[in-house]
């Protein structure tokens, strides 16, 4: 099917946001600074991402990167111990047997991430100015990886 997915993470706060946007990112399941979700590579799920352009970046990411977040981010629900199979895990998302919405209940594993701040910081223009002006903010296709990879 599609062997490629879309990850959105929230770089700025959610004080003084408009209501709409705030709505957006409640949906796309982003509640803190520096959360990611990884998500169908859709029209309306991209259409999402595009509406909260000021707020988060997001771009491609492939099932090999995704297992590695998995393994090194991906928190089980509960207080267990349960180590979590990436790869197996990522193949049936990535295959389209699962959804996102389905996490939960059959791997009991929380269907987004929590991140840390980048080692070594943001880009040089800072988290108010989109990409495409040297800044955090927007699209950034192919590159999110090395974004994500600086927070696990």
């Given amino acids: 099917m599609n062997n490629q997915k879309i990850a959105v993470i929230l770089i700025r706060g959610l004080v ?5 946007i705030k709505k957006t990112l409640e949906l796309l399941r982003l509640h803190q ?5 990884v ?19 997001y771009g491609l990411v492939d099932e090999s990167f995704y297992a590695t977040m998995l393994d090194k981010r991906g928190s089980v629900v509960g ?4 180590k979590i199979d990436g790869a197996a895990i990522a193949k049936e998302y990535f295959a389209g047997e699962v959804k996102l919405r389905d996490f939960e209940t059959k791997f009991t594993v929380k269907p987004f991430f929590r991140l840390h701040p980048p080692i070594g910081g943001f880009e040089r223009g800072g988290i108010k100015k989109p ?11 192919e590159k999110i990886s090395e974004l994500i990879t600086k927070m696990l």
């Fill in 16 to 20: 003084n946001v408009d209501v709409n």
């Fill in 33 to 37: 600074k520096h959360a990611c979700v």
């Fill in 39 to 57: 998500l169908d590579n859709t029209p309306e799920n991209l259409g999402m991402a595009k509406k909260a352009k000021d707020y988060v970046t």
């Fill in 79 to 82: 207080k267990s111990d349960v």
């Fill in 131 to 141: 990409f495409t002006l040297k800044g955090v903010l927007g699209d950034r296709a």
